[in-house]
């Protein structure tokens, strides 16, 4: 009786993650974003403001590498005309506590999360996986609208129904982007984001598998 109530819960969890995927996916387009300068320029936009003394704006979709699945959490700003960040944000869902049982935990019931900054998540060492996109002056300011509220209404993480994947397509859904299933790796879900929307000229990275796929990364990763 208790191994049939716990796989009728599982397929009940199971079904509402996919219900939650699936209507990310059929979230209308309410941006038309671009992936390169090129593509910019094209489109009519400003030099001034995308290519300003003030460094222009950016979004980037990023993944990390940690000691279990890895994270992902996108970085926003601006860059300076070498590509170095000025000023850069990070927000991104995680379990709030470091402690590992409550980790453990949110594989079962849904625990309190953080929104912001973790460890590891500017260091270059630790990347996996990335995706660049440049954005316009009001381009920019309606994403971190949408990002501020998101983080105010993320209260909870948890890892099969609302993990960090879940957290970065509704970012990438809100600007009109197609998005892979919340259960891939991190580095696998940003990816295949970039592979899906970015184009030939899309501007990204992807580095080895992580300690996930048992392998270590090049340098020490953090939780």
Sequence with gaps: MTLVSGRSLSVALLALAAASCQSQSQNKPQLNFTSDDRTLAAAGAPTSTVNSAEGRYFIEFRSRYAYTYGHSFVI???MDKSGK???AEVAGLA??????????????APVPASTGWTDGDLEI???SASWTVPLTEPEYRRVVAYIRKLQAKSPLWHASLYNCNAFVADIASF???KTPGIWLMPRDFITKLRQMNGGP?????????????GNA????APR
């Design 175 to 177: 600007m009109g982007y």
């Design 125 to 127: 060492a630790y990347r």
């Design 95 to 108: 379990p709030k506590s470091n402690d590992p049982n409550i980790y453990m935990l949110g594989h079962l």
């Design 76 to 78: 926003f700003g601006r």
């Design 201 to 213: 000229n899309a501007i990204g990275y992807t580095g080895p598998p992580g300690v996930e796929s």
């Design 85 to 87: 960040m000025i000023n």
């Design 217 to 220: 990364p090049a340098a020490t």
